[in-house]
């Protein structure tokens, strides 16, 4: 798909991971709808970044993924502002380092916040768009997961089970939009300098970068670079590629 005037929607696009993912789709054209959820003065600030250096139309948008009015509103939006909706990116996500030992850590409390934000919230925000990009007769879907959701490792039992859940969400989307909408998945391992990461302790951020082959960090832009080329692409759809220095193989 052609990027340039494209218009994308980035949740989180104001974190760590999702600023790049903003940047390397404003880069090649795309204009750019930053939702937030709570840093209206750092999206914002996204957004004039992206005006700025890339000469795109760019905008901050709240929503909560959790609430099904706060979608709606939030697609109606940006649908209104752009006229359309040829890109969603499902970057915003919720993280709590909890043992896999420590049950009583795992709360249902937590469980049910985890599953909200990262596996309910991109299915709600994919239902929404779907009828926009089937009626434009094109659109991509990018979810952004994690290795923990292939394997039982990661930060704790809720969030790698959620991971896991929007991994085999990507595919069953992909089955459901076809063809009009491609929908595919990238899976970073660890990510330095992202606010999931700060929710780790220190000695879990050493032992997984020591644990890869290229014994450091995945790579953000790396990341949104994929995240481009799953927009790009007119023949890839329910996959998952993943991004983490060679540590997990899939």
Not at 57 to 67: H, I, K, Y
Request: net charge neutral; with cysteine; charged share 20%.
């Amino acid at each position: 798909m052609e990027l340039t005037g494209a218009v994308a929607l980035v949740t989180g696009g104001n974190g760590g991971l999702g600023q790049r993912i903003c940047h390397a789709l404003a880069k090649q054209g795309a204009h750019v709808a930053v939702v937030y959820a709570q840093s209206r003065e750092q999206a914002e600030g996204v957004a004039r970044d992206l005006t700025a250096r890339h000469q795109v139309n760019a905008a901050a948008f709240p929503c909560d993924v959790t609430d099904a009015a706060s979608v709606e509103r939030l697609v109606d939006g940006v649908a209104r502002h752009f006229s359309r909706i040829d890109i969603l990116v499902n970057d915003a996500a919720y993280n709590k380092s909890i043992p896999f030992a420590d049950m009583d850590g795992l709360t249902q409390e937590v469980w049910d916040r985890i599953m909200a934000v990262n596996l309910t919230g991109p299915m709600r925000l994919t239902k929404a768009v779907a009828p926009v990009m089937k009626a434009q007769r094109r659109g991509r879907i990018v979810n952004v997961a994690s290795v923990a959701g292939l394997s039982p490792t990661g930060s704790s039992i809720a969030y790698a089970v959620s991971k896991a859940g929007l991994i085999h969400l990507t595919r069953c989307m992909a089955v459901a939009l076809a063809p009009e909408t491609l929908v595919n998945c990238v899976a970073p391992g660890l990510l330095e300098g992202t606010r999931a990461t700060a929710n780790l302790r220190p000695e879990q951020i050493e032992r997984s970068a020591a644990g890869s082959l290229l014994q450091k960090a995945a790579d953000k832009d790396d990341c949104a670079d994929m995240v481009v080329t799953m927009c790009r692409t007119e023949t890839m759809t329910g996959q998952t590629v993943v991004i983490d220095a060679g540590r997990v193989f899939h």
